[in-house]
Structures are given as C-alpha cells and as structure tokens.
C-alpha cells in the first residue's frame, strides 16, 4: 500500500502563490507516477499536473506556466508550485499515485488519493 498526505493549502490572495506538498509512504519504489487533482462542488475531480517515474511531466491548459509540479525522491514528496492564482483555482488539491505491484511476468495496478488540502484564493 502508499500513503499520501497532503498539506500546504490556505488562503492566498489572487496573484498570489502557494506551495502544496505531498508526502508518500508505503511502497514507494513501487510507483510509477504521481500527480496532481483539483475538485470543487459540481465539478469533477480534474488533474491539475502530473510526473512519472521518469521524470516526464505533463499539465492542464488552466496550469501551464503557472504551475510547476517536481519531486524530492530522497524526502518521498510530491511538491506543486502555484503561481499568479485566481479566483476559480479555489479547489481541494488531492495527491495521486498509480502504483504497479508484482514483477513483470505477473503485475496488477492500484490508484491511491490522499484526504486533499483546501485551497481558497480570495481578497
């Protein structure tokens, strides 16, 4: 199993920036890319950015050049900068990870959320 704990959600004023982070636990070796969701009410749960295990990474329209998504594999944390937010990113921010078990004769996939990190922009 992985576990993943957001934080670094709050208030920020528009314009404003905010660094959310996700620590992971578990089986960690064992995954293959992680990233980054939005949801507010009456919405689907978005992806906001995403990396793999290889580095690549990849972001929503909304995101680019505002958004930068990294990792710290020596501290197992998911790190998203946000920049220049607005109003309508007010969202919870959840923490994704698709993880591959077993070898490569025989391997079944599993997705694992974190509870998510409130972030509210507002004057």
């Known amino acids: 199993q992985v576990q993943l704990v957001e934080s670094g959600g709050g208030l920020v004023k528009p314009g404003g920036s905010l660094r959310l982070s996700c620590a992971a636990s578990?089986?960690?070796?064992?995954?293959?890319?992680m990233g980054w969701y939005r949801q507010t009410p009456g919405k689907q749960r978005e992806l906001v950015a995403a990396?793999?295990?290889?580095?690549?990474?990849s972001y929503a329209d909304f995101a680019k050049g505002r958004v930068t998504i990294s990792r710290d594999n020596a501290k197992n944390t998911l790190s998203l900068q946000m920049n220049k937010l607005k109003p309508e990113d007010t969202a919870v921010y959840y923490c994704h990870a698709h993880v591959r078990y077993g070898h490569v004769e025989r391997t079944y996939d599993e997705d694992y959320w974190g509870e998510g990190t409130l972030v509210t922009v507002s004057s």
């Open positions: 990396i793999t295990s290889g580095g690549s990474t």
């Open positions: 578990g089986r960690i070796r064992s995954i293959t890319a």
